[in-house]
């Protein structure tokens, strides 16, 4: 399943499918990105960051793409399971100071 | 061993009280936050500190007031509490040395003001 951001902040799909989650960022200057679950009646929680002179960055099941052309950032989880049902932040860093998108809810159909 | 840790995690209050939420982090960072999660999860920051020195104060009423008596804590005293502040509070603590690594986040203190 695929989420464009602010016009859609839930996304579902079945355990196993990947999952994107994408982000849209405002300041072209900014030059470290970083995406954050946060699970239900906890504070965000760090899962991967970007530096602006990268584009692809991978973790353990998850990936993040940049686009500095169209400030636009994704978040690639693979193989979804149940345990990533949460919230998801994109956050922009600009001058030493974060500045957080609005969230995406992603729920996971066992 | 919680990094960082909020007391408490629940808040009922009425309105016109005055309250405090307290902020520990064990982790060693020099800076510390205070951001405010409403109902549809946005993240706004609030104040920062940076060992004991206020170097964000975002638009936020002066009821609130920060506190930071040393550079492992920061409360936040709300005064004159309104139906309007009811929603999650998160302490957050980082190295002031650069944003790599983001922030820590505690686990938040819900506060409903009735």
């Known amino acids: 399943g695929e989420n464009v951001g602010l016009h859609l902040p839930t996304l579902s799909v079945q355990e196993g499918d990947n999952s994107i989650i994408n982000c849209a960022y405002s300041n072209s200057a900014s030059d470290y990105f970083i995406w954050y679950k946060q699970e239900s009646g906890k504070g965000p929680q760090f899962i991967i960051d970007?530096?602006?002179?990268?584009d692809k960055r991978q973790g353990q099941r998850v990936t993040v793409l940049l686009n500095k052309t169209v400030k636009h950032l994704s978040l690639q989880i693979a193989a979804t399971q149940p345990g990533d049902s949460a919230v998801y932040f994109c956050a922009e860093n600009t001058g030493n100071q974060f500045y957080f998108g609005t969230g995406t809810s992603l729920t996971v159909i066992p | 061993d919680t990094a960082v840790s909020q007391t408490p995690k629940y808040l009922v209050t009425q309105m016109g009280n005055d309250k405090s939420i307290k902020c520990e982090q064990n982790l060693g960072h020099d800076t510390m936050y205070w951001y405010k999660q409403d109902s549809k999860k946005f993240l706004k920051i609030m104040f920062s500190?940076?060992?004991?020195?206020?170097?964000i104060n975002e638009t936020v009423p002066n009821r609130f007031s920060p506190k930071s008596p040393d550079k492992a804590h920061l409360n936040l005293h709300i005064n004159s509490l309104e139906l309007g502040d009811s929603a999650v509070y998160f302490c957050?603590?980082?190295?002031?040395?650069?944003?790599?690594?983001?922030?820590?986040f505690g686990s938040g203190t819900r506060l409903t003001v009735v």
């Open positions: 500190y940076n060992n004991k020195e206020l170097i």
């Open positions: 957050a603590s980082s190295h002031r040395t650069g944003p790599y690594g983001g922030y820590t």
């Open positions: 970007i530096r602006s002179n990268m």
